[in-house]
């Protein structure tokens, strides 16, 4: 069956701009989680959807990173006002239900680049 | 806070050895643990989970063991290959909605 997909694969763009990604999870999955990923470092946490709701954004690095899930599906990360800190691969995950007991599916990543 | 740590350094072993990876996690008391691999430019591929009541678990050429007196899992593969050549990484999490929190990965490079 299809897998979680990402889009788009890359992208670039000047400092001061807007940018959305997007994470179609796979059906029926109740859970989401977007994590940021900078060159060979760990997976840094951003934000965990249930459905449509948000229980835990702790990870959101600051008010110019929003997210939003509609129809328990799609979701959209957007940055405003990118910086070139921003420049990371974003990484969408999601699992049949939230907690630590369901394994996560990976996407593939958008590669964000900030110039 | 918790913590999870992983070795930062890669683990270089031959082909053929077992490789023994390392998550240690202070300040937590996680009751699931799991373990990812991490190919470049890929995103993490489930491999196995160990509960906290649960010592050991198996899979193939995969094990994993789960001491929640060290505070640590230890992931062996045995016989490796060169193609388990990746990044492993550990995540631990509690009961409920709680979100898994990633350790930061070691790399394993196996030579032929």
Request: one cysteine or more.
């Given at each position: 069956?299809?897998?979680?997909?990402?889009?788009?694969?890359?992208?670039?763009?000047?400092?001061?701009?807007?940018?959305?990604?997007?994470?179609?999870?796979?059906?029926?999955?109740?859970?989401?989680?977007?994590?940021?990923?900078?060159?060979?470092?760990?997976?840094?946490?951003?934000?965990?959807?249930?459905?449509?709701?948000?229980p835990d954004k702790s990870g959101l690095?600051?008010?110019?990173?929003?997210?939003?899930?509609?129809?328990?599906?799609?979701?959209?990360?957007?940055?405003?006002?990118?910086?070139?800190?921003?420049?990371?691969?974003?990484?969408?995950?999601?699992?049949?239900?939230?907690?630590?007991?369901?394994?996560?599916?990976?996407?593939?990543?958008?590669?964000?680049?900030?110039? | 806070?918790?913590?999870?740590?992983?070795?930062?350094?890669?683990?270089?072993?031959?082909?053929?050895?077992?490789?023994?990876?390392?998550?240690?996690?202070?300040?937590?008391?996680?009751?699931?643990?799991?373990?990812?691999?991490?190919?470049?430019?890929?995103?993490?591929?489930?491999?196995?989970?160990?509960?906290?009541?649960?010592?050991?678990?198996?899979?193939?050429?995969?094990?994993?063991?789960?001491?929640?007196?060290?505070?640590?899992?230890?992931?062996?593969?045995?016989?490796?290959?060169?193609?388990?050549?990746?990044t492993y990484l550990c995540a631990l999490g509690?009961?409920?909605?709680?979100?898994?929190?990633?350790?930061?990965?070691?790399?394993?490079?196996?030579?032929?």
């Open positions: 069956g299809a897998g979680v997909s990402q889009s788009p694969s890359n992208k670039v763009t000047e400092k001061g701009k807007d940018v959305e990604l997007r994470c179609d999870p796979i059906s029926g999955h109740t859970a989401l989680y977007w994590y940021r990923q900078s060159l060979g470092q760990g997976l840094e946490f951003l934000i965990y959807f249930q459905g449509n709701s948000a690095p600051s008010d110019r990173f929003s997210a939003e899930r509609t129809g328990g599906s799609v979701s959209t990360l957007t940055i405003q006002r990118t910086q070139q800190e921003d420049s990371a691969v974003y990484l969408c995950a999601s699992s049949f239900s939230g907690g630590a007991y369901y394994e996560q599916y990976f996407g593939p990543g958008t590669r964000l680049t900030v110039t | 806070s918790q913590k999870i740590e992983q070795n930062s350094e890669a683990l270089n072993i031959q082909e053929g050895k077992t490789a023994t990876l390392t998550c240690n996690y202070t300040n937590y008391s996680p009751a699931y643990l799991q373990w990812y691999r991490q190919d470049p430019g890929r995103g993490p591929v489930f491999l196995l989970l160990i509960r906290e009541n649960e010592k050991e678990k198996r899979k193939e050429r995969l094990k994993v063991t789960f001491d929640t007196t060290l505070k640590q899992s230890l992931f062996h593969i045995t016989a490796s290959q060169p193609a388990d050549s990746a509690n009961t409920g909605f709680q979100k898994l929190v990633f350790g930061t990965g070691t790399r394993l490079l196996v030579s032929p």
